[in-house]
Nanobody
Framework: VQLQAFGGGLVQAGGSLRLSCAAS????????LGWFRQAPGKEREFVAV????????AYADSVKGRFTISRDSAGAAWYLQMNSLKAEDTAVYYC?????????????????????WGQGTLVTVSS
C-alpha cells in the first residue's frame, strides 16, 4: 500500500496550488482522508480532513476559508486546493488515511490516529 502526494512547488504569496494524493495497492473506501503539514523546525500539524462519505470536512483554523479538501468516490485519490497562500503555509504536506466509517471529519483530526501516510510534498510560498 502506497500513498503518493504530489503537486507541491514554489508559489508567490497570494497564489494557489492543488495537492493530490494517489493511493496504490488498495483504495480507501470508508476511510477518512486527511492532509497534515510540517514546517521547518516545527511539529507536524493537522491541516484538513474529509470524512469517509465525503459528507463532512474539517480544517485547521489557520487555513479555513483558503483551503478546500475533496476526494473521489472510489477512495483512490484526494486533493487539497490551496488558495491565498501565505509564507506561513510553507511546509512539507503529507496525505494520510485512517478508518473512519460513520465518523464525522471533526473527530478525525488527530495525527496519531492515522496509520497510512504518504511521503510528503514540499510547498514553498515566497513573500
Amino acid at each position: 500500500v502506497q500513498l503518493q502526494a504530489f503537486g507541491g512547488g514554489l508559489v508567490q504569496a497570494g497564489g494557489s496550488l492543488r495537492l493530490s494524493c494517489a493511493a496504490s495497492g488498495r483504495t480507501f473506501i470508508n476511510y477518512a482522508l486527511g492532509w497534515f503539514r510540517q514546517a521547518p523546525g516545527k511539529e507536524r500539524e493537522f491541516v484538513a480532513v474529509i470524512s469517509w462519505s465525503g459528507g463532512s470536512t474539517a480544517y485547521a483554523d489557520s487555513v479555513k476559508g483558503r483551503f478546500t479538501i475533496s476526494r473521489d468516490s472510489a477512495g483512490a485519490a484526494w486533493y487539497l486546493q490551496m488558495n491565498s497562500l501565505k509564507a506561513e503555509d510553507t511546509a512539507v504536506y503529507y496525505c494520510a488515511a485512517e478508518w473512519g466509517y460513520r465518523k464525522s471529519a471533526a473527530t478525525m483530526s488527530r495525527m496519531n490516529d492515522y496509520h497510512f501516510w504518504g511521503q510528503g510534498t514540499l510547498v514553498t510560498v515566497s513573500s
